[in-house]
């Protein structure tokens, strides 16, 4: 069966500091890989997505960056963080249908 | 670039029928799918409807017309579990990808006994 598993499951950073979240996707292959980020009641912004290994689309600009370096992995990271990044991340993949699937998020408090 | 509209909150009693607006602007239109969040939770997957037409999935359906950009969910026989934020997604062409998902900014469902 597929998963998708992302950790750290909540962090907190000072304001400059770097980040780095991780994605993993188990059970498919060359999926399409998405980060979401969704402020405190707010809906949900699309970041980033990649369809393959090296290949990252950007949706908003900003002081973040994705990476795929593998085809089953993607990271969200930013060299330093500004208190607007804090929110709940989530990281999402397709197999090729309609769905979207979500892992379990990460909830980022920068301070 | 694409957008959605749908209502922020809607208060309904146990056992009543809610129904959730939403239109959308957007180009390289593929589909309307609806999600559901509770709090601290993952958005789940719902419906998605490629059609226009109705499609129903035990107490919950979803509706779509492509000529009018609008969508809905319709919640029937509302219980307590069902409190909890819906949001309206557009499945839309990506350069080079299967599609992209768009979200809505949601609908916060408050289920009273």
């Known amino acids: 069966s597929q998963t998708i598993h992302q950790w750290p499951a909540t962090l907190v950073q000072p304001v400059g500091s770097p980040l780095s979240l991780e994605c993993t996707v188990e059970?498919?292959?060359?999926?399409?890989l998405y980060w979401y980020r969704q402020a405190a009641g707010r809906g949900l912004q699309l970041l980033f997505y990649?369809?393959?290994?090296?290949?990252i689309s950007s949706e908003v600009p900003q002081n973040l960056s994705a990476s795929r370096p593998q085809d089953r992995q993607f990271i969200l990271s930013s060299k330093k963080l500004l208190l607007s990044d804090s929110g709940f991340y989530l990281c999402?993949?397709?197999?090729?249908?309609?769905?979207?699937?979500f892992g379990e998020g990460s909830w980022l408090t920068v301070v | 670039g694409q957008s959605l509209e749908q209502p922020s909150e809607v208060t309904a009693v146990e056992g009543a029928i809610v129904q959730i607006n939403c239109t959308y602007q957007?180009?390289?239109?593929?589909?309307l799918s609806w999600y559901q969040q509770h709090d601290g939770g993952a958005p789940t997957f719902l419906s998605y409807?490629?059609?226009?037409g109705l499609e129903e999935t035990g107490r919950f359906s979803s509706f779509l017309s492509r000529s009018d950009s609008y969508g809905y969910l319709l919640l029937q026989e509302l219980q307590m579990k069902d409190s909890a934020s819906y949001f309206c997604?557009?499945?839309?062409?990506?350069?080079?990808?299967?599609?992209?998902?768009?979200f809505g900014a949601g609908t916060q469902v408050v289920v009273t006994p």
């Open positions: 999402a993949y397709t197999g090729g249908g309609n769905t979207i699937y």
């Open positions: 059970g498919t292959s060359n999926p399409n």
């Open positions: 990649s369809v393959g290994i090296g290949q």
């Open positions: 957007t180009s390289g239109f593929y589909g």
């Open positions: 409807n490629a059609l226009d």
């Open positions: 997604a557009v499945k839309v062409r990506a350069t080079d990808s299967w599609g992209k998902f768009q």
